[in-house]
């Protein structure tokens, strides 16, 4: 810490100035046994706050690492989880205007940059990561506007039974084979004297005169005498 850190101290807004030697060791709970307390501890180190807490703290400016206190960090990125569990999105939305407002600055420095390049590759270069902190942006407020007003999502009701059958709502396609049996016996039934007319046609043919013939032979094999 530097030496003008020491002498004019960060007072806090309620007044109370900050402890001199903020605790730097992470702090687990202690368990029942002491093979508890190591279970513990392995699950604070795998923990999502500690993985946050590794990226904050990796290249933070010195003077403010001088005066951070780990455990209350750690407390502060747990509180945020739990809130998050209890649909408090207040943080969250937060988070995503910041990161907003902060894309939209680096677009305005790139492309300062950009125009101010004399070289046609340097300006092409800065030009191509301003409008990728744009699109960011951009994608950072859609999301922002999306966790405030979730979009409405129409689904087609369905009937599901038990086992692979599926009945949707609607008019249901037949089947090819039963759609040209009905349209068959439509048919039918609208143009009855067509299927009468079709059973019925054609001329008689050669077996009804051998079937006179054999009735005009019956009384000559006629027995002479009847039996009483």
Not at 15 to 29: D, T, Y
Not at 72 to 86: K, T
Not at 183 to 193: A, G, M, S, T, V
Request: glycine content about 6%; charged content about 20%; aromatic content about 4%.
């Amino acid at each position: 810490m530097s030496s003008n850190s020491k002498k004019n101290p960060v007072v806090p807004e309620n007044g109370a100035p900050r402890p001199a030697l903020a605790r730097k060791a992470v702090q687990s709970m202690d368990g029942a046994s002491p093979e508890e307390s190591v279970l513990n501890y392995a699950k604070l180190v795998i923990s999502p706050e500690m993985a946050s807490f590794r990226v904050i703290t990796k290249n933070e400016r010195e003077e403010l690492m001088a005066q951070l206190d780990t455990p209350s960090l750690i407390d502060a990125l747990r509180e945020q989880s739990q809130a998050i569990h209890q649909g408090d999105l207040k943080v969250a939305e937060a988070m995503l205007m910041n990161q907003a407002t902060a894309l939209q600055s680096l677009f305005v420095k790139l492309t300062e940059t950009g125009l101010q390049a004399s070289l046609l590759r340097q300006q092409e270069t800065a030009l191509r990561l301003a409008l990728k902190a744009q699109s960011q942006c951009r994608a950072t407020l859609e999301t922002l506007t999306n966790i405030k007003n979730p979009p409405v999502v129409y689904a087609k009701q369905a009937n599901v039974t038990t086992g692979p059958q599926q009945i949707n709502n609607g008019l249901p396609a037949a089947p090819t084979g039963t759609q040209e049996n009905k349209f068959q016996k439509n048919k039918l039934k609208e143009f009855p004297h067509e299927q009468e007319q079709w059973l019925d046609a054609g001329t008689p043919s050669a077996t009804g005169g051998t079937h006179s013939g054999a009735e005009a032979l019956a009384p000559i094999h006629r027995a002479d005498k009847r039996r009483g």
